[in-house]
């Protein structure tokens, strides 16, 4: 408590929001406990013995209740209406979500009769692109997602939940619109948004690294194939393409080094303070996205130290930053950007300099750049792969060969991003540029996609539970002292907690190999039949079904959260209305 008092405090009030998600206390009982903190936090002002020494245990339960109440606050009420089916909407888009093989997907806010309700809207992908400038009116189905039945599938009515959307929307029909006159500043910055990202469309680049430029720079990766978004995700490089940490650092560094080339070293700290403004106005630009706010926040904090001159802590400023996000919206907490943005972060922490000790010695400056870039690749993998396994059930070998040859050109590929963003921006056309910055980015795309053949060291369909994710990054934990450290005792340490995680691994192995099963799975209009024995199991789709989608969202989650060794797909007929399976009836429709 004495060397990281507020990393313990902010556990212990991220502890309180998981308990009153887990239980879900009624208002009387979190406004009780709501009392208690404040009679907790008016007994810190007295100065008796025997409070003194509990004063850390109360501190403790004291952000603990203040989680619970916090989560109580943010928690999202269940609407007490139900809209029609098919009715006439009148709606605004709030943002822009990434697009479907069939439909353009949007957030908007949607008004049927009195009713005003938060809705996914899905329109046809050859409709024209809505924007913030108008409100438009149609007919609509309107539906509320469901959560699924089964425990393995991912649940997206909850997801929604957690964003305050309660319902889904689908227009077919023709959508008429009108000119907004009260639309908001952040409306506007969002609209200019879209404008650049419609120049950008227009620029003489190839589809793929236009696609590229609008991820990496503007955060939008709405219209991204799905062959190059499986590359970037089978090569264990997703972080390159989305907006993360790695971003927000090297543009704040490169308006940084600008500004201190043409001031004086007595005015360093407002290049800090204008560099600190500018990634802010850029966040603002790209949305305030949750994973750049979120490194905003760290930065900013980081550096706030530095112009108080105090010695940063990079644990107390990731533990403000955390309690900054989670005391505005407790709901980021279930957010896996969250968790991995901080999984990452922590592991840096932690894991950087043990690694970077067994690299060659840095008497360059390029090696140093180089080493430091892949030593925290590596420790960034390392920390954030519990929660992969976990989430994605998935991992590729070849990312760890992918993020020492791409990471080192990461910064470069950014800066290059970043101008040419500002020069299509500002209505500005260099031929030769975008001859030279298409042929970069397609050799780079060419690089992953050779990284992503690999398909022997891919491995998919991993079983992990949330026990054995929390054994995982004990052991990860421990990894730090080992490689800082190998010696006997710290090396016992790790082999123990590694035989443990094996053997729970084993015991939840066996368990699931007893377990027979027969399930009925709906997807949409697709039903699938599955029969489970041992660790075996062969699944039935109906001929004309898209067996892309049910192996996704169905075959793929189901072999993962009952630990498969085997499956086997097989078709029966489009009409088939039901199955016999040992005496028993399972309709199909």
Excluded at 348 to 357: A, E, K, V
Excluded at 537 to 559: L, Q, V
Aim: charged share 20%; glycine share 4%; with cysteine.
């Amino acid at each position: 408590m004495n060397r990281q008092p507020f990393l313990i405090l902010v556990t212990c009030f991220i502890l309180g929001i998981l308990f009153q998600d887990r239980f879900t206390l009624s208002g009387a009982v979190v406004y009780s406990i709501a009392g208690v903190c404040i009679l907790a936090f008016t007994a810190q002002f007295f100065t008796l013995y025997v409070l003194h020494k509990l004063r850390p245990y109360v501190l403790g339960m004291l952000f603990f209740g203040a989680g619970i109440t916090a989560h109580f606050i943010h928690a999202f009420s269940e609407d007490d209406f139900r809209l029609n089916a098919y009715s006439n909407v009148v709606f605004r888009i709030t943002k822009k979500l990434n697009s479907t093989g069939k439909n353009k997907k949007y957030e908007i806010e949607g008004q049927s009769g009195t009713k005003v309700f938060n809705a996914v809207l899905y329109i046809p992908k050859n409709h024209e692109e809505l924007d913030f400038n108008h409100y438009y009116q149609a007919r609509g189905y309107i539906s509320r997602p469901e959560s699924p039945k089964s425990d393995f599938q991912f649940d997206y009515a909850r997801y929604l939940n957690r964003k305050n959307i309660r319902y889904q929307c689908y227009i077919r029909d023709e959508i008429s619109s009108a000119v907004r006159k009260d639309i908001s500043l952040t409306e506007s910055i969002q609209q200019k948004r879209l404008e650049v990202l419609q120049k950008i469309d227009r620029a003489g680049l190839s589809k793929t690294t236009r696609e590229f430029l609008k991820g990496i720079i503007l955060a939008d990766r709405t219209e991204t194939d799905a062959v190059t978004a499986q590359d970037f995700n089978r090569s264990g490089l997703m972080h390159f393409l989305a907006i993360s940490g790695t971003h927000i650092v090297v543009i704040f560094g490169v308006v940084y080094i600008i500004l201190t080339r043409y001031v004086p070293a007595s005015f360093r700290k407002y290049a800090i303070i204008l560099s600190l403004v500018f990634i802010w106005i850029f966040a603002a630009f790209i949305g305030f996205g949750n994973s750049v706010v979120r490194s905003c926040i760290m930065l900013s904090i980081y550096y706030i130290y530095v112009l108080l001159q105090r010695k940063p802590d990079l644990l107390h400023s990731l533990s403000l930053s955390a309690f900054i996000i989670l005391i505005t919206d407790t709901q980021q907490l279930f957010d896996v950007g969250f968790q991995l943005t901080f999984a990452a972060v922590l592991g840096i922490f932690w894991l950087n300099r043990p690694i970077l000790q067994y690299f060659p010695k840095q008497d360059h400056f390029i090696k140093k750049i180089i080493f430091n870039t892949v030593s925290i690749s590596i420790a960034a993998q390392l920390a954030t792969l519990p929660l992969v396994l976990y989430y994605f059930h998935q991992f590729s070998f070849i990312s760890i060969i992918a993020n020492f040859v791409i990471v080192p050109f990461s910064e470069v590929i950014i800066i290059f991003s970043f101008v040419m963003t500002g020069i299509i921006a500002l209505g500005f056309d260099f031929t030769f540029l975008n001859v030279i910055y298409d042929t970069v980015i397609r050799w780079l795309l060419r690089a992953i996609h050779w990284f992503a053949g690999f398909e022997d060291v891919f491995l998919e369909d991993i079983p992990l539970n949330l026990t054995e994710m929390l054994l995982l990054c004990i052991i990860v934990y421990q990894l730090g002292y080992a490689v800082l450290k190998p010696d006997y005792r710290n090396a016992a340490r790790m082999i123990t907690v590694i035989i443990i995680f094996l053997m729970i691994r084993t015991v939840f192995n066996i368990a699931e190999n007893r377990r027979k099963e027969v399930v009925v799975h709906r997807l949409y209009k697709n039903t699938v039949f599955s029969v489970k024995h041992g660790a075996k199991a062969c699944f039935w789709i109906k001929e004309g079904s898209d067996k892309e989608h049910i192996m996704r969202y169905i075959i793929h989650p189901y072999t993962a959260s009952r630990r498969l060794d085997e499956v086997v797909v097989k078709v029966f007929p489009a009409d088939a209305e039901q199955v016999t399976y040992k005496g028993k009836i399972y309709p199909l429709n």
